[in-house]
C-alpha cells in the first residue's frame, strides 16, 4: 500500500462522519436499504438474533485506477464497526490485492450498492500465499467474514477473477485456489441481492458459523479457455448450524450446495441449479479419526438443469482408497440423519437420486467388505419430477449402500422421473426393503464407478 493511499485514505475517514452526513444530506450516497428477504416457507428451527438498525455511514472511495483498494475498505470497516454501515458507492470499481481477516466484525452493514464491482486481483502467487487456509479439504478464502450480526447486501458484484486460476490449475492440480466468499465463524447474518462470478473455486465456504441467511444470491462464471472452471460449487457449509440458503440462481460446475461435516439444521429452498452436480451431502467419512455429521436438512423446491445429480448422498467405505492425487479417503465415522429433499424438478440431469456409500471405491466387493463406519439414517426423498438424460439410461438413480446395517430408514415416495426412453429403474445395493420403494435392477454397480470425480 503507498504511502499516499494511506493518507488519502487516512483524511477520507478523518472526515468520514462529516463527509457521510454531508453527502447523505446531499443525497448523493444513501445505503441501499435492508432488503429482508423472509425465511420461507421452511425455517431451520431457531430464530435468527435481531439485528438493530445501524446509526453511522462510513462511504469507502475507490482508488479508481485498478490499484488495491483493500486499506481504504479495511478503515471504512474499523470506522463503522459497532453500528454503522459501510457503503460501497454505485457505479465504482474496487480491487482487492490484500487478503483482508474479517473476523472482528460487530452489528455492521457492508453495502455493495448497484452496478459495481468488487473485484480481487489476478495474483496468484500472492493469494496462494495469503489466503486463508482453512485445513478442511485445503479450502482457502481471499477473505474471510466472521463476528457478529453483520449484513451484506446492495445488489454489487464480487469477482473473483477465475480465468487465471482456471488456466493454472489445468497446468498443476496441487495449487489452491481461494474460494470467492468466505463467512468463517460468522455469528447472525444476511447475506442478500449479491452478485457472485468466476470463482477461483467454491463459491461460498460458510463454517464455524451460526445463524446465517443467504437469500438473493445470483452465481455465475465460467471458464472461456479450453480449461473448465473445476470445482464451482455454490455453497459448502461446514461445522455451522441453523443455515439457510435461499431465492438464488446458480449457474455452476460442481455442487449446487455441499453440506460438509458438522452441517446441522439447515434449510435450502426455491433454488435454480443449472450445470451442477446436484444438492450434496458430504462426501463425508473422508478422514479416519474424525466423526462427521449432517442431521436435520431440509431442501425444498429446487429446479435442477443439466445437471449429474438431484438429490445426492456421498459417504466414503470403511477401506480407504485413492480417487487422484489430491483426493484420498474413507475410514472416517459419524451420522447423516434427518434429510428431507422435497419438490425437485429435474431436466437433463444423470442420476434423479444418489445414494453411495462405496464413494471412492471402485471395487463394490471391496466396499461391502469394509463397511462405512458412516451411518446414512432417516432419509426421505419426495416430489421429484421431471426428466434424467440418456447417461445411465435406463436408470434414472443409484442407491447403493455399504451394508444395510449401516444405510436405514431410506423412504422415497413420489417420484415421477422417467429417463428420455421411459424407464424407471434404479441401480440398488444393500438397502433393506428398497425394492419396495422404487424399481431397482440388479447390477447393482453398473454405472455407479464410471462418474467419480473430484467433490
Ligand atoms: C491510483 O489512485 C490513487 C488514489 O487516487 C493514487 O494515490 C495512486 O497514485 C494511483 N496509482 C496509480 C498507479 O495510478
Ligand atoms: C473452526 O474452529 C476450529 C475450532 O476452534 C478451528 O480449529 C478451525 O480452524 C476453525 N475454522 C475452520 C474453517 O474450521
Ligand atoms: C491437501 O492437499 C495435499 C496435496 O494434494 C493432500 O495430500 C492432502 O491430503 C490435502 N489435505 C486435506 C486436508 O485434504
Ligand atoms: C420455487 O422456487 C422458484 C424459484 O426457483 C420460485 O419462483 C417459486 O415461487 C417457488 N415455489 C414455491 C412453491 O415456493
Ligand atoms: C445451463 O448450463 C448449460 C451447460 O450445462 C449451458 O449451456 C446453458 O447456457 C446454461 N443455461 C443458462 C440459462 O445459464
Ligand atoms: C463434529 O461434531 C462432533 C460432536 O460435536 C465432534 O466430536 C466432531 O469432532 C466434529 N467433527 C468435525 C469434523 O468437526
Ligand atoms: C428433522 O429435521 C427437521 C427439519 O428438516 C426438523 O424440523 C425436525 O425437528 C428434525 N427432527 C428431529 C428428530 O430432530
Ligand atoms: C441446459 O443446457 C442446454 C445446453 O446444453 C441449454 O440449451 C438449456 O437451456 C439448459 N437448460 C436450462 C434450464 O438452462
Ligand atoms: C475387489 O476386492 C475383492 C475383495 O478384496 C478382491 O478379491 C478383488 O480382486 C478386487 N477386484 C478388483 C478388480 O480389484
Ligand atoms: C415400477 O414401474 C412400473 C412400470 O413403469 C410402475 O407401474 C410402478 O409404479 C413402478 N414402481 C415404483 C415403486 O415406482
Ligand atoms: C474407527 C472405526 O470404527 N473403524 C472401523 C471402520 O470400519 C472398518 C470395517 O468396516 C473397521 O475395520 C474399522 O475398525
Known amino acids: 500500500m503507498r504511502i499516499s493511499n494511506l493518507l488519502a485514505c487516512g483524511l477520507l475517514q478523518a472526515t468520514a462522519a462529516l463527509a457521510s452526513t454531508r453527502e447523505a444530506r446531499d443525497k448523493k450516497v444513501i445505503p441501499s436499504k435492508r432488503p429482508h428477504h423472509p425465511i420461507a416457507p421452511h425455517h431451520p428451527g431457531s430464530p435468527l438474533p435481531a439485528s438493530p438498525e445501524r446509526t453511522k455511514t462510513c462511504i469507502v472511495q475507490s482508488n479508481g485506477n485498478g490499484t488495491d483498494d483493500s486499506a481504504n475498505i479495511l478503515k471504512a470497516i474499523k470506522d463503522c464497526n459497532n453500528g454503522g454501515h459501510v457503503v460501497f458507492p454505485k457505479d465504482q470499481k474496487f480491487t482487492i490485492g490484500t487478503a483482508l481477516d474479517l473476523t472482528f466484525l460487530k452489528h455492521i452493514d457492508l453495502v455493495k450498492d448497484i452496478q459495481g464491482t468488487i473485484q480481487f486481483t489476478k495474483d496468484t502467487d500472492y493469494w496462494q500465499k495469503n489466503a486463508f487456509y482453512h485445513t478442511f479439504q485445503n479450502a482457502t478464502t481471499f477473505f474471510q467474514l466472521g463476528g457478529n450480526d453483520v449484513n451484506v447486501y446492495g445488489g454489487g458484484t464480487l469477482d473473483g477473477n477465475g480465468q487465471v486460476w482456471y488456466d493454472l490449475y489445468a497446468k498443476d492440480i496441487y495449487i489452491l485456489r481461494p474460494i470467492l466468499f468466505g463467512a468463517i465463524g460468522l455469528h447472525g447474518g444476511r447475506i442478500e441481492d449479491l452478485n457472485f462470478r468466476y470463482s477461483p473455486q467454491w463459491y461460498t465456504l460458510v463454517a464455524n458459523s451460526t445463524d446465517v441467511v443467504f437469500s438473493n444470491i445470483d452465481i455465475k462464471g465460467g471458464s472461456v479457455s479450453k480449461n473448465p472452471a473445476k470445482n464451482t460449487d455454490g455453497w459448502d457449509t461446514y461445522r455451522s448450524n441453523n443455515i439457510v440458503i435461499q431465492n438464488s440462481r446458480i449457474d455452476n460446475g460442481d455442487d449446487c450446495v455441499s453440506f460438509k461435516p458438522n452441517s446441522t439444521n439447515i434449510v435450502v429452498q426455491n433454488l435454480w441449479c443449472n450445470g451442477s452436480h446436484g444438492i450434496s451431502v458430504g462426501s463425508l467419512g473422508q478422514y479416519v479419526g474424525e466423526v462427521d455429521y449432517v442431521q436435520n436438512i431440509y431442501v425444498y423446491n429446487i429446479s435442477m438443469s443439466n445437471a449429474s445429480d438431484g438429490a445426492r448422498i456421498k459417504v466414503w467405505p470403511g477401506a480407504q482408497s485413492a480417487l487422484s492425487g489430491d483426493l484420498q479417503g474413507g475410514g472416517g465415522s459419524g451420522a447423516v440423519s434427518n434429510v428431507t429433499y422435497d419438490t425437485m424438478v429435474l431436466a437433463n440431469v444423470d442420476y434423479a437420486i444418489e445414494i453411495t456409500q462405496c464413494y471412492g471405491q471402485k471395487n463394490i466387493t471391496l466396499c461391502n467388505q469394509f463397511p462405512s ?83
Open 373 to 455: 463406519n458412516l451411518t446414512i439414517s432417516d432419509i426421505t426423498i419426495k416430489s421429484f419430477t421431471g426428466k434424467t438424460s440418456s447417461k445411465y439410461e435406463p436408470l434414472i438413480g443409484y442407491l447403493v449402500c455399504s451394508s444395510p446395517t449401516v444405510c436405514k430408514d431410506i423412504r422415497i415416495e413420489d417420484i415421477n422421473v422417467r429417463s428420455p426412453k421411459g424407464s424407471n429403474l434404479y441401480a440398488c445395493g444393500s438397502i433393506d426393503g428398497i425394492g419396495k420403494q422404487v424399481n431397482c435392477t440388479s447390477g447393482g454397480s453398473k454405472g455407479g464407478n464410471s462418474k467419480m470425480r473430484l467433490v
